[in-house]
């Protein structure tokens, strides 16, 4: 005998797969390979505000999509109405390809313009590291 139909509303469907929100976005050639990569600040729980102290990650990835490198979760909200305060574009809250100082461009990310409130990760030939970060 078979079990009798269940509703549809009732039935585990399991776990769904994964619609990043991007939050902020950038792209350059990061880690020297002559190709440009997308570098992205996406939303781990689909909350598209990027005010809130809500999971989110760094995340490098390349054309054809596939993620090269990923940061643990954080939630540090980002200000972007503070954007007016910054000196220059690369210090508005979000991610930045900047001009780095070695051999490879720095991946900066700006929580609070002006605030000094960042942290610049850098390829350093086999993954991306953490190279500053300001209070």
Request: aromatic share 10%; glycine share 10%.
């Given at each position: 005998?078979?079990?009798?139909?269940?509703?549809?509303?009732?039935?585990e469907?399991?776990?769904?797969?994964?619609?990043?929100?991007?939050?902020?976005?950038?792209?350059?050639?990061?880690n020297?390979?002559?190709?440009?990569?997308?570098?992205?600040?996406?939303?781990?729980?689909?909350?598209?505000?990027?005010?809130?102290?809500?999971?989110r990650r760094?995340?490098?990835?390349?054309?054809?999509?596939?993620?090269?490198?990923?940061t643990?979760d954080?939630t540090?909200?980002?200000?972007?109405?503070?954007?007016?305060?910054?000196?220059?574009p690369?210090?508005?809250?979000?991610?930045?390809?900047?001009?780095?100082?070695?051999r490879w461009?720095?991946i900066?990310?700006?929580?609070?313009?002006?605030?000094?409130?960042?942290?610049?990760?850098?390829?350093?030939?086999?993954?991306?590291r953490?190279?500053?970060?300001g209070?």
């Open positions: 005998s078979e079990p009798p139909a269940r509703d549809p509303d009732e039935v469907w399991g776990p769904q797969a994964e619609i990043p929100v991007i939050l902020f976005v950038d792209q350059g050639d990061v020297g390979d002559g190709r440009v990569e997308q570098v992205q600040i996406v939303s781990s729980d689909g909350n598209g505000d990027p005010t809130t102290s809500t999971p760094f995340r490098v990835v390349d054309d054809a999509g596939k993620t090269l490198f990923q643990d954080f540090e909200p980002f200000l972007p109405d503070l954007d007016h305060l910054a000196d220059h690369a210090n508005h809250a979000g991610i930045h390809v900047v001009k780095g100082s070695g461009p720095d900066r990310i700006v929580f609070a313009p002006a605030s000094g409130n960042f942290v610049v990760f850098r390829f350093d030939g086999s993954t991306y953490a190279v500053e970060a209070d």
